[in-house]
């Protein structure tokens, strides 16, 4: 299977497997908010680990692995690497089945490595590169790169439409930068990789590794980000909406404190005996037998106090909550996955292939 085919198996199983399995996990109320977002992410790199495993376990191992070098080796080790080999693996010598194929495969990546020219396009286009005889051109691979890093730019643009789903765009074009950052640096400038870093891979190992990892990463962001995501505007309005009850509130119990107090004045000369009723609501009642009992202003003013701390809690526990994305953003869910697999089928077919044949 070519590179651009894998990436095009690698897309479909991302975008019609993995994501609809990792928001079962994220679903509301089916598992403890913390439980599953963990669930989620250990599914999400799971799998994406054992899938680039498979991948790398098929492609075999590197010239550098066959030879047991790394890719610091001097010609002068290269060399004494592969008298050692040949030795222990050279068909006369060896009666194993498949010495005979491991003597060449040990044979081949001698020739290659101690060719400095096919050593370089070894190192950056990795076997598929010697097989099609590629030699370094800047400008197609800078074609290549870039027809890579739009195309899913193009495809995360579009699986993130909707305000809920703004924050994992964000996320995913970070990511992006950083690996074509990287890839910049490794395939088209000197850099030189760490030698105790993965000692045996190439250049072409690192980026395929980049980009093998990067589908399962944007829909991570996907799913977290939309597992996440509060609505701050609708948080607001309902913020707004719980100070304008509590002010209708504190409006009615200063009428009703302004009305108590202008019956004290207007009954504070009669002489009467008075008894505040604290919690009272009544302006005035009437006991047979007893005095005039009257709501004084300290009773309204505590009664006041005791319902704007019930607001309080009521308004706390419901804004409390996160907002989640709204049913329209849901419902358009489907759309922008039929739209993002109609446009990485015509990028590939395309451009890919264009670049590929060029």
């Not at 992410?41 to 054992?50: H, K, R």
């Not at 329209?328 to 590929?356: C, D, M, P, R, T």
């Amino acid at each position: 299977m070519s590179q651009g085919e894998d990436g095009l198996v690698s897309f479909f199983f991302y975008i019609l497997f993995v994501y609809p399995l990792t928001s079962w996990f994220l679903k509301p109320g089916r598992f403890p908010r913390k439980r599953g977002i963990t669930y989620a992410i250990s599914f999400l790199a799971i799998l994406a680990l054992g899938k680039t495993y498979l991948e790398f376990q098929d492609r075999g191992p590197n010239h550098y692995n066959e030879l047991h070098i790394t890719r610091a080796s001097t010609p002068l080790e290269i060399k004494k690497a592969y008298k050692k080999m040949s030795l222990e693996l050279h068909p006369d010598k060896n009666k194993s089945p498949t010495a005979a194929e491991e003597f060449a495969r040990v044979k081949e990546a001698y020739d290659t490595l101690m060719d400095p020219e096919l050593r370089e396009v070894y190192n950056k286009f990795g076997a598929e590169g010697i097989k099609q005889n590629r030699r370094f051109d800047e400008t197609q691979l800078l074609l290549e790169i870039a027809v890579f890093y739009v195309t899913w730019g193009m495809l995360a643009f579009v699986l993130t439409l909707g305000k809920a789903s703004s924050t994992a765009r964000n996320w995913i074009y970070t990511g992006q930068i950083a690996m074509l950052i990287a890839e910049i640096s490794l395939m088209l400038q000197e850099t030189k990789l760490p030698s105790w870093l993965l000692p045996t891979w190439t250049e072409h190992e690192f980026v395929f590794l980049m980009r093998s990892l990067f589908p399962a990463f944007m829909n991570g962001c996907r799913c977290l980000c939309g597992f996440l995501y509060v609505d701050v505007d609708e948080q607001a309005r309902q913020k707004m909406e719980h100070l304008e009850a509590q002010n209708k509130d504190i409006l009615m119990v200063l009428r009703d404190i302004q009305v108590n107090m202008q019956s004290i004045q207007a009954s504070g000369g009669s002489g009467g005996n008075y008894r505040s009723l604290g919690g009272g609501s009544s302006a005035a009642g009437t006991l047979s037998g007893g005095p005039v009992i009257k709501a004084t202003p300290t009773g309204k003013i505590k009664e006041m106090e005791e319902r704007l701390r019930q607001q309080r809690e009521r308004g706390s526990s419901r804004v409390s909550e996160p907002v989640k994305a709204g049913a329209a953003e849901k419902a358009g869910g489907g759309f922008q996955v039929w739209w993002a697999i109609l446009l990485y089928v015509v990028f590939h077919f395309v451009f890919a292939n264009n670049s590929g044949n060029s």
